[in-house]
C-alpha cells in the first residue's frame, strides 16, 4: 500500500516518520528546512495516521509500507529519521532492508517490553479515563501535557493539540490496525546485527522511559551517546524543528558517501 505523503527538496533523501499520537503533519517546519539545505525529504503518514486513518485492518506492515511508498518515489538509498512510534518503524524498516538504508536517526524510542514508569503509566491511564468518558477534549489535554514540554511555545502545543484531536477521532472511528509479526522480535540481537550508521536522541524534559529506552538502542545499535535536545519533550522534533534539523544535517552529512 502506498501511503500519503509530502516531499520537498532534491538530493540526499531523508524519510521522516512521525510519532503514534500525531501524523505526518509534525514535520511542517522541518520540509522547508531541509529543502532549503538541499536535501530531499519523505513525510509520510504511518498506517491508521492522518490521511492514512482507515478501516481498521489485520496484520499491517508500516515497515513494507514505507518500502513501498520510496519505491513507488523511486528511492532506493535513504536514512531514516524516526520520533517515537516513528523510531520503531525506522527500525523496523531497517531489519527489513538495511541494504537500502544508509543511516538511521532515532528520537525518543522506547521498546515495548520495558516497564512504564510511574510518569508514563499516569499519562496512559489519563488518556484512557478520558476516553472511556467520552471527554474528547480532556483527552487532548492529557496527551498534550503528556507528549510536550511546559517550555514548549503555544503555537507548538496548538499544533499538537489539533494533531492529537484528528487521531483521537480516527482512533474511534476506525479502531487501532493491528500489527504483523514485528521484525525486531525475530531473536535476540537483530539491532546488534546492524552495521547502519545511527544517531540516538531524547528530549531533555522527555520521561525516564525514553532515556532509558534510548541508552539501551543506542547501545546496542553502538550510536555512542545519546543526544540530548534541549528544552523538549517527547514530540522534541515538533518542539524544536531548527536544533532537531541542525542534528539530522550534520548527521547526513557525516555519512559514507
Not at 536514512?79 to 538511521?104: D, F, H, I, M, Y
Request: glycine share 10%; hydrophobic share 45%; aromatic share 4%.
Amino acid at each position: 500500500m502506498i501511503l500519503p505523503f509530502d516531499e520537498t527538496g532534491q538530493g540526499e533523501t531523508v524519510v521522516l516518520l512521525h510519532a503514534r499520537p500525531v501524523d505526518r503533519t509534525m514535520w511542517r517546519a522541518h520540509l522547508p528546512l531541509l529543502a532549503e539545505a538541499g536535501v530531499r525529504a519523505v513525510a509520510l503518514d504511518l498506517p491508521g495516521h492522518g490521511d492514512a486513518a482507515t478501516a481498521s485492518r489485520d496484520g499491517v506492515t508500516p515497515w513494507a509500507d514505507v518500502l513501498e511508498t520510496l519505491d513507488h518515489l523511486g528511492v532506493d538509498r535513504f536514512t531514516l529519521a524516526g520520533n517515537s512510534l516513528g523510531a520503531l518503524v525506522a527500525l523496523q524498516t531497517a531489519v527489513t532492508e538495511p541494504r537500502r538504508v544508509k543511516g538511521l536517526v532515532s528520537i525518543g524510542y522506547r521498546p515495548h517490553d520495558l516497564p512504564p514508569s510511574s510518569r508514563l503509566r499516569v499519562a496512559w491511564d489519563r488518556e484512557r479515563a478520558a476516553l472511556e468518558e467520552g471527554d474528547i477534549e480532556a483527552a487532548v489535554q492529557a496527551g498534550v501535557e503528556a507528549w510536550t514540554s511546559p517550555k514548549a511555545p503555544d503555537g507548538i502545543r496548538e499544533h499538537a493539540a489539533v494533531l492529537m484531536r484528528n487521531q483521537l477521532a480516527a482512533r474511534i472511528a476506525y479502531g487501532e490496525p493491528k500489527p504483523a509479526a514485528d521484525p525486531l522480535a525475530t531473536g535476540t540481537g537483530v539491532l546488534r546485527g546492524l552495521t547502519v550508521p545511527a544517531l540516538v536522541g531524547v528530549g531533555e524534559l522527555d520521561m525516564p522511559d525514553f532515556f532509558e529506552g534510548g541508552e539501551g538502542l543506542s547501545d546496542e545499535l553502538g550510536a555512542g551517546e545519546v543526544v540530548v535536545l534541549p528544552d523538549a519533550g517527547h514530540l522534541a522534533p515538533l518542539e524544536q524543528p531548527e536544533a532537531f534539523c541542525a542534528l539530522l544535517l550534520d548527521f547526513v552529512g557525516r555519512l559514507p558517501a
